[in-house]
């Protein structure tokens, strides 16, 4: 099932390419928010799936066009993003060390929404198309053998970023990570029976209709179960948390005003967003896998593609 939030974020069913409204299937959630919605109907899909269902059987829906999706957790209590975690298609020696960072919920947008570049001076933003993971109930020192009971589902994620922006000297994801609405995703929470292996998916990205990004993300250094086993050691993640997987570097490039930004995860769905910068700054549309070792140093970020330009 593709559940998706759209207009005023009524709760939805993606059938083709309609929406069928199915808030009379869960008249019976009292909610506070729209993520208050999402994170109730996760933690009792399996009473409410059936109803669903059979509404979203008998309604044809309406056009994707005659609606506005938005993004199917628009406050996540957590986003957790991985960081450096892919082996970028060979060209990293060995595994880079565990590590992750947190994302505002603030930065959340959805499919056609706009990402906003800051006022802010950094050596080039660039886009990081992800798969999303959502969690569905409590985990907390989970075990990687366990770490499928605890998804929900999937969605395309991405997380945007600046690039050499610490004042100072300071080195801190914060800086280049959370300003608001760098992580769109969307544009539909796809439950995870509608995954058959998720550590078997094309991840892709486009700019303006030319392909940059395209992995599988089976070059994962620490594969999902491992991922969500060191994150719920560290934290406790709640129904509707994002943990995002992280991405493979070797494509990404610089983004810029009025571009079109189009993430798919097979499966998931198609991702499009697009970019204004008040400033009208430009980079270099060269992606990571044609720069070499001394410019990617240069812009900031992973560089130690050890075996990109021999």
Not at 46 to 56: F, K, M, V
Not at 151 to 164: K, L, P, Q
Request: hydrophobic fraction near 40%; aromatic fraction near 8%; glycine fraction near 10%.
């Amino acid at each position: 099932m593709k559940l998706v939030l759209f207009d005023d974020y009524k709760l939805g069913v993606l059938k083709g390419n309609n929406v069928v409204d199915v808030r009379s299937a869960v008249a019976g959630l009292t909610h506070t928010s729209p993520q208050d919605l999402m994170g109730q109907l996760i933690q009792k899909f399996g009473q409410y799936r059936a109803p669903i269902e059979q509404l979203a059987e008998r309604s044809r829906g309406v056009p994707l066009r005659q609606v506005r999706l938005r993004a199917p957790l628009p406050a996540p209590t957590r986003i957790v993003c991985m960081a450096v975690n892919y082996m970028e298609h060979g060209t990293r020696a060995k595994a880079a060390d565990t590590d992750a960072f947190l994302k505002s919920a603030s930065a959340v947008i959805g499919d056609g929404d706009t990402v906003v570049l800051p006022d802010c001076q950094p050596t080039i933003f660039e886009q990081e198309a992800e798969l999303g993971l959502v969690i569905g109930k409590t985990a907390s020192k989970i075990k990687a053998a366990d770490a499928y009971d605890y998804i929900f589902g999937y969605t395309n994620f991405v997380d945007v970023s600046a690039r050499g922006f610490r004042p100072e000297g300071r080195g801190s994801f914060f800086w280049g990570k959370s300003w608001d609405t760098f992580a769109p995703m969307g544009p539909a929470l796809v439950t995870a029976d509608e995954v058959a292996d998720p550590m078997n998916l094309n991840v892709k990205c486009w700019i303006n209709g030319k392909l940059y990004q395209d992995y599988p993300t089976s070059d994962m250094a620490n594969d999902i179960p491992h991922l969500m086993e060191w994150v719920t050691w560290i934290t406790t993640l709640q129904p509707g948390d994002v943990v995002a997987c992280g991405t493979n570097h070797t494509g990404l490039c610089g983004i810029q005003n009025g571009d079109r930004i189009e993430v798919e995860t097979q499966g998931l769905g198609r991702l499009t967003v697009s970019v204004k910068d008040e400033l009208g700054r430009e980079w270099s549309r060269a992606p990571r896998r044609e720069k070499t070792p001394e410019e990617i140093k240069a812009i900031g970020g992973p560089a130690s593609f050890e075996r990109l330009n021999r």
